[in-house]
Nanobody, 123 residues
Framework: QVQLVESGGGLVEAGGSLRLSCAASGEIGSIYTMGWFRQAPGKEREFVSAIVRNGGTTYYANSVKGRFTISRDNNKNTMYLQMNSLKPEDTAIYYC????????????????WGQGTQVTVSS
């Protein structure tokens, strides 16, 4: 089993920045891909970004490309999401997720999930 704990959410004005963290514990060696998803009220959970074990390959949703940066520190078993130039439409609960396979955008294919952290961007 793998446990994931997110932190770093909060309230920020449009144009501001936040950095989310996701600390992993447990059977970490089984994890190849870690990712971020978000879910706004009344909407489906959507893919934001993903990164592979060595951090060499990253993926982004078009809506965040150029504004968000994903990274991974395997020494600390922690993944990060640096979010810059935030927009009100970025408001959502952000979830950390992990899977043993290669990166995919379908949230149903991720085995492990954190509890989520709220990000609110005011206009």
């Amino acid at each position: 089993q793998v446990q994931l704990v997110e932190s770093g959410g909060g309230l920020v004005e449009a144009g501001g920045s936040l950095r989310l963290s996701c600390a992993a514990s447990g059977e970490i060696g089984s994890i190849y891909t870690m990712g971020w998803f978000r879910q706004a009220p009344g909407k489906e959970r959507e893919f934001v970004s993903a990164i592979v074990r060595n951090g060499g390959t990253t993926y982004y949703a078009n809506s965040v490309k150029g504004r968000f940066t994903i990274s991974r520190d395997n020494n600390k078993n922690t993944m990060y999401l640096q979010m810059n130039s935030l927009k009100p439409e970025d408001t959502a609960i952000y979830y950390c997720a992990a899977r043993s396979g290669t990166p995919v955008t379908a949230h149903t294919l991720y085995n492990y999930w954190g509890q989520g952290t709220q990000v609110t961007v005011s206009s």
